[in-house]
């Protein structure tokens, strides 16, 4: 690791402070000339995913760097480092928000508040990327509140009395969130004397236990709010179906997966993974989340609103994540963090298609979804494939990530979450099969055919919605059918499994 | 312990804004000169305070004592760390504070009255924070109380003037309470006031008199730090022209009495002395008792003015906490907090005084749309309303986390649980506004229409310092390096 003579020129750096540009000039969105603000602001997401390609690229080089901003207190910096995990995480966020500003751009058209939206949009991308890139613990807290906090307004964009509502669950749940991750920052400080991410944990061997005990659950509580632990999940299944469908998939793809992020840097480099097995919080850990990952699966089957069944079904992956950092060894660890990657693909991409035929055909049941694919041929092929995907088919991504983290369990010993994982990945079948079912072969409603028009090539919807769908669902295709090739995704992971669990 | 240098700045900074009243009251009729005098003395004093500030990094404790009247009593100054960590702030803010004043005032009567004890107030302020003994002190912390008096009631409203009375009742008795305390401290001390020996209370004094000695000086200053339940006259006193309420009941008034209780712990007994004995500790509990009930009270106040009352109720009462708490992180804590709550809490005041004169609105319930309206100005409210609630990177957050540590370090889980629970409570109380002004759907959208430059100026000038208070604090010379010299010095570190 080597610390940036000119941290100026670090990528990560301006992958953070771009998106933070661009939501400064759109406050001035409605003054911007209409065709110029969109390529304006659309900079900013592609530049970020531009340079986190760069870190990228110099991580499976094996050069990494940390940069220190400015002392906020003695031993407290402002400081960003790049390490594999970060970059595959940076590269994920700033790709999937580039498609979604793309779709945003259709989906938005006629809002009057749509300046209002970028403002935050790109507010939240800022603290996501800071996120991955944060290098010690007061840095990922201040990005995580950023991110989280601004998303408030764009779950309530909407401003129907749902949409209030749920803004409103959402931000208790994650002030809540936020003061138990205080808590347990200032307690793991008080106990190590250091903020900084460091390999194998801050907290020494001569740490009290009930103080390391006390760190590491106010720390994973804190984060579990964001990563929709059971019982913290409460705000998900609201806060999706009322967002604008853009932020949905964004909230779904990378900010949900931000929690369990946030989770694999407490257990691995701040808590300890040593403190974590002598206390036994990891087995804790694990059946939380494996009764997570079951019950939202279950759960999902009987929600009719599309949205929300994909939000309880982010509940359920989003667990296996947590379940595959909680067992302490680089195998699972690898499924779950090339899991972050497949699934803000999938799931982004099922958003999007949700959100698609939500605002074209005023969709938004599945029992309304009666021979949709006929109107909608193309949204309803991208979302089949992604849908597959994610049940697990291969060679599809949500295929390498359980297979990834299938094997990883049986090589660790923890052979029996297979079940957990086995018996998810059959409930999601049950609970998206039959949309696509629907899809093809149901009934089309009368009323709804009279209301649109009829179908004809290029009439589906507009490029810019539809472009992001077909892109996403190819990088889907391409997750899992490259997945072994070098500088893949899966390759990133195990890089990062193997520098966050294997120095145990 | 720092080194004592002879020099003249600690006398001549209260002394600019005091020539200033003098000037004001006697040619302040003329709206031209009395800009140019207030404006003018602001900007001196603040580049004198400013210009201590580098000795005060280095270690050096410039002095400055006038004759002494009897053995021990006399008029001194000597700016320490602690004493400009108070100081800077205040002429800053006073900086600010009369560029927005001679906006909002704009038009209104007695004008030469306002700002000559506007001035009178500062310069009372930046001689008690550079106060070199407890009497110099006490003395300015009197001038104080009175020349803000004609600031409370200057609408001469009946209700201004019911208000007017009450803050007198409260401070007048509390500052009676700290002079019995001072003539007790004359006696047990054998004849010594001043300051910087850490603790002029001497080891051997029976606990019985400590404990007196300490309840007078820490209620009687503890009636200006609105330590529930001496908080009564703060809400009424709202009645204030709002740049009163923002520079002299959430920097100046209330902070005297809030620095005086830091001084008290620190100088008069001195840490070491206090941590024998029980007192801290039932301070902790008041404060941290006063933190919660105060935001509850708050909550329920559909006033704005009176909502960010009994928010700096809440607010003041870390200072107290983390004095009290006995460790150095929570020390700094304290000592930041004067500076983090003084710009967090005048950006909202300056934010609700641009409001009212913009639309004439005053109570929260009416403000939907509001930040659609004047969006600058509601963005820097959001500004100082994230900072309470503790967001990184604002200035609340520094303060936030060193009490924490601090709680976490001495053993007190508690501290951590009542910081985490003020600063939901603070969430729970601004973010419900954030929400009216920028999200609630209206029928009418509402134009655009900000305050005019002269309010809207100053509020951004604000925001832009709680950002800087959390980023860059530790800057030398910013306040939160201040305050861990203030710490150092007075933890014998």
Not at chain 1, 397 to 409: D, E
Not at chain 1, 454 to 474: H, Q, W
Not at chain 2, 106 to 134: H, I, M, P, Q, W
């Amino acid at each position: 690791m080597s610390v940036h003579s000119n941290s100026l020129l670090s990528p990560a750096l301006w992958a953070v402070l771009l998106p933070l540009a661009a939501a400064c000039l759109s406050l001035l969105y409605g003054r911007l000339p209409r065709r110029g603000r969109f390529l304006l602001l659309g900079t900013a997401p592609v530049a970020s995913a531009l340079f986190a390609a760069i870190l990228v690229r110099g991580v499976l080089a094996g050069s990494s760097h940390e940069i220190r901003l400015v002392r906020l207190m003695p031993d407290v910096y402002l400081s960003l480092r790049v390490d594999a995990a970060g970059a595959l995480f940076g590269l994920s966020v700033a790709v999937l928000w580039s498609f979604i500003f793309v779709f945003s751009v259709g989906y938005l058209r006629d809002d009057r508040y749509a300046g209002r939206y970028h403002t935050f949009s790109m507010l939240c991308l800022a603290g996501l990327m800071g996120v991955a890139y944060a290098g010690d613990l007061i840095t990922f807290l201040a990005f995580y509140e950023l991110f989280s906090i601004m998303s408030y307004a764009l779950i309530v964009h909407e401003g129907t009395s749902s949409a209030i509502a749920a803004a409103r669950k959402y931000i208790v749940y994650i002030a809540a969130g936020g003061s138990l991750l205080v808590m347990g920052g200032a307690l793991a400080f008080s106990a190590s004397g250091a903020a900084d991410f460091a390999a194998g944990g801050v907290l020494g061997p001569g740490t009290p236990p009930t103080t390391a005990t006390g760190a590491a659950l106010l720390l994973i509580a804190g984060f579990g709010v964001k990563a929709a632990l059971f019982p913290l999940h409460g705000w998900v299944a609201d806060a999706h179906p009322a967002a604008p469908a853009p932020f949905s998939a964004a909230l779904s793809g990378v900010m949900v997966a931000a929690g369990t992020f946030g989770i694999v840097r407490v257990v691995y480099e701040v808590v300890g993974a040593r403190w974590l097995a002598v206390l036994a919080i990891d087995r804790g850990l694990a059946a939380v989340a494996a009764f997570t990952a079951i019950s939202a699966a279950v759960v999902a089957i009987k929600q009719d609103d599309l949205k929300r069944r994909l939000a309880y079904s982010t509940v359920s992956q989003m667990a296996y994540i947590t379940l595959g950092a909680s067992l302490l060894a680089p195998g699972p660890l690898t499924g779950a963090l090339v899991h972050i990657t497949n699934h803000a693909s999938m799931k982004g991409c099922l958003f999007l298609c949700a959100g698609l035929l939500a605002r074209n055909a005023g969709i938004t049941r599945v029992s309304q979804m009666g021979g949709i694919a006929r109107r909608f041929p193309v949204t309803m092929a991208a979302f089949t494939l992604s849908a597959l995907a994610l049940i697990g088919i291969p060679p599809l991504a949500g295929f390498v990530s359980k297979w990834v983290l299938g094997y990883g369990m049986l090589d660790a010993g923890a052979g029996g979450y297979l079940v957990v994982l086995l018996g998810g990945a059959a409930l999601a079948a049950v609970y998206l099969l039959p949309v696509v079912r629907i899809a093809y072969l149901g009934e089309p409603s009368e009323e709804r055919e009279g209301s649109l028009a009829p179908a004809r090539p290029g009439n589906e919807a507009a490029p810019s919605m539809l472009a992001p769908i077909v892109a996403l669902t190819a990088i889907t295709a391409l997750l899992g059918i490259a997945a072994f090739a070098d500088g893949s995704a899966l390759s990133l992971a195990r890089l990062a499994a193997e520098s966050l669990a294997g120095s145990r | 312990m720092p080194v004592e240098v002879w020099d003249i700045r600690p006398a001549l900074a209260p002394m600019v804004s005091f020539v200033c009243a003098l000037l004001v009251f006697i040619g302040g009729s003329r709206a031209g000169w009395r800009r140019f005098w207030s404006m003018s003395a602001a900007l001196l004093k603040f580049i004198i305070v400013a210009s201590m500030l580098p000795g005060t990094v280095g270690g050096v404790a410039y002095t400055f004592r006038f004759a002494e009247f009897a053995p021990g009593i006399g008029i001194g100054f000597r700016a320490d760390a602690l004493g400009m960590a108070f100081a800077t702030v205040s002429s800053l803010l006073w900086v600010v504070a009369t560029v927005y004043s001679i906006g909002y005032m704009k038009g209104e009567r007695s004008l030469g009255r306002f700002f000559g004890f506007f001035a009178l107030c500062v310069s009372a302020t930046v001689a008690l924070a550079l106060a070199e003994n407890l009497l110099t002190l006490f003395i300015f912390y009197e001038v104080l109380t009175i020349s803000a008096y004609p600031l409370v009631v200057h609408d001469e409203t009946p209700e201004a003037l019911r208000a007017g009375r009450t803050y007198f009742t409260y401070t007048l008795t509390g500052g009676g309470v700290i002079l019995l305390g001072i003539a007790m401290t004359y006696v047990v001390s054998d004849g010594v006031l001043a300051f910087g020996h850490n603790g002029i209370v001497p080891p051997d004094t029976t606990p019985a008199v400590l404990a007196i000695l300490f309840v007078m000086l820490t209620l009687g200053f503890g009636v200006k730090a609105a330590i529930m339940p001496l908080h009564g006259w703060l809400p009424r006193a709202m009645v204030a022209p709002t740049p009163v309420s923002a520079l002299l009941h959430a920097v100046a008034v209330v902070k005297a009495g809030a620095f005086g209780v830091v001084r008290t712990v620190h100088d008069v007994f001195g840490v070491e002395l206090l941590r024998q004995t029980w007192l801290p500790d039932a301070l902790a509990y008041l404060a941290a008792f006063t933190i919660i009930a105060a935001s509850v009270m708050a909550l329920l106040q559909d006033n704005l003015k009176r909502r960010l009352a009994y928010s700096t109720v809440s607010q003041l009462s870390y200072v107290l906490l983390g004095i009290a708490l006995l460790n150095p992180w929570a020390a700094v804590a304290a000592v930041v907090h004067i500076a983090n709550q003084a710009v967090q809490k005048v950006t909202m005041f300056f934010a609700a005084g641009a409001i009212q004169r913009t639309t004439g609105k005053t109570n929260i319930s009416e403000m939907s749309g509001i930040g659609r309206r004047m969006p600058a100005t509601m963005g820097a409210f959001g500004v100082a309303a994230l900072g309470f609630t503790g967001m990184p990177l604002l200035a609340g957050f520094i303060s936030k986390w060193h009490m924490s540590v601090g709680g976490f370090d001495s053993g007190m889980w508690w501290v951590a649980l009542v910081m985490a629970a003020s600063a939901l409570l603070n969430a729970a109380y601004w973010f419900p506004m954030l929400y009216l002004a920028f999200f609630k759907p209206v029928s009418e959208e509402p134009t655009l229409g900000e305050a005019r430059p002269s309010l809207l100026y100053p509020t951004l000038v604000c925001a832009v310092l709680v950002i800087l208070l959390g980023l860059v604090s530790d800057l030398p010379g910013m306040p939160l390096s201040i305050a861990r010299t203030a710490v150092a010095q007075a933890f014998g570190m």
